[in-house]
């Protein structure tokens, strides 16, 4: 059975730094792509950053330069450092794989950014 367990949000004033992990199980995790979303209130889900095997990364133009994604393969975890962060990045963190078809997500870890 596939699980993933973030952890890692709280809450940080305007320009400061967190880092998410998400720990999966019950998978190959060497060779799956990863991605975090995030969903703000009222708003829909959307990718904020993707790293796949190879590791190769992509970002959300909202978090390029601020944001990074890696993974420990040794660990089966993938991180997600982010950096100035602003009020706009307030939002529950989801990280997120697909396999055989089914999506699979954490609990999710909520971070709250203060101004």
């Known amino acids: 059975q596939v699980q993933l367990v973030e952890s890692g949000g709280g809450l940080v004033q305007a320009g400061g730094s967190l880092r998410l992990s998400c720990v999966v199980s019950g998978t190959i995790f060497s060779i799956k792509t990863m991605n975090w979303y995030r969903q703000a209130p009222g708003k829909q889900r959307e990718l904020v950053a993707r790293?796949?095997?190879?590791?190769?990364?992509n970002y959300a133009d909202s978090v390029k330069d601020r944001f990074t994604i890696f993974r420990n393969n040794v660990k089966n975890t993938v991180y997600l450092q982010m950096n100035s962060l602003k009020p706009e990045d307030t939002a529950v963190y989801y990280c997120n794989l697909q396999q055989s078809g089914i999506q699979y997500w954490g609990q999710g870890t909520q971070v709250t950014v203060s101004s």
């Open positions: 790293i796949t095997s190879d590791p190769r990364t």
